[in-house]
Every structure is written in C-alpha cells, then in structure tokens.
C-alpha cells in the first residue's frame, strides 16, 4: 500500500516539475531581454502560402543625454503545434542613423503589410517630426518623412 501511494505522490510531484521547468524556461528567456527594449507591442497579421503569424515592433532605447531610439519589426510565425517562433528582424537604420527619439507610434496591417506611423523628437533640439515605414516584406520596405 506504501509503495502505491509513494509511486502517484512520485508521479504527481514529477508532473508538476514538469510543467515548473517549462515556465522557468521561459522566465529564462525573458530575463535575457535586453534592458534597452522599452517597448514591445503586437501590430496586425501576416500570412504567406506557407505561413502565417503576427508583425512585432520592437522599440529600444540607448544613453543618457541624448536619449536615440532604434526600431525593429518582427514577423513571428505560428507552428503548426501552436508555437511561435521569430521568423525574420529587421532593424530600420534609417531612422537609427537620424539619432532621434520616439515619443509614439501607432500601426495598420493589411494584405500589403504594415503600416507604422512614429512621431519622434530630436533629442538636440527637441524638433519633433513624424515619419512612416511601410513594409512589405522583410527585405522590402519604405522609410521616410511622413507625406500627410
């Protein structure tokens, strides 16, 4: 009788550490993020014949005085078993080589990609303007002054 319960309370007590190493492999995971990302957000969808996920803009900071942002966009793909996994990055260097912060940013997808709309300020003299990036795929896209 002993051994039948220290066998389900062996079980139970793996099957738990289980799904605990899970979740510490992700904590992990996200203890490696980098103290300069301040902002990650989920802007629209892709799809391609072959697969189909989410667009991930990534907006991450560096110094102290002049504070210069840097601009990534992800295309995270969906697994077939429910995972995501990143698929392609791309920094915008454009704007990086402007030295300038954003204050915000807003987004659009659609069929043709996505949309994103940043107001910045330039940390020198505090001109703010906006820009528009237009992506279409990875390896295509369109940054500059806002045209509206």
């Known amino acids: 009788m002993y051994r039948k319960y220290a066998l389900i309370t062996g079980f139970s007590v793996g099957v738990g550490l289980g799904g605990t190493a899970l979740a ?5 995971s996200v203890k490696t993020i980098p103290g300069a990302v301040e902002d990650v ?3 629209g969808t892709w799809e391609s014949a072959e697969r189909n996920g989410i667009y991930r803009v990534i907006i991450a900071r560096s110094g ?3 504070v210069t942002a840097r601009l990534f966009v992800q295309w995270v793909a969906y697994e ?3 995972s995501a996994v990143v698929d392609q990055s ?3 260097k ?3 080589d402007l030295g300038l912060d954003i204050v915000d940013y807003e987004t659009e997808s659609d069929v043709d990609g996505l949309s994103v709309f940043i107001q910045t300020v330039d940390p020198k003299d505090g001109f703010d303007e906006t820009y528009e990036l237009h992506m279409f795929s990875p390896t295509e896209y369109i940054f500059g002054p806002a045209t509206n």
């Open 80 to 82: 077939t078993d429910g």
């Open 41 to 43: 957000r989920v802007s």
């Open 64 to 66: 102290l005085e002049p």
């Open 94 to 96: 454009e704007l990086a």
């Open 90 to 92: 791309v920094e915008i």
């Open 24 to 28: 510490d492999e992700l904590a992990g």
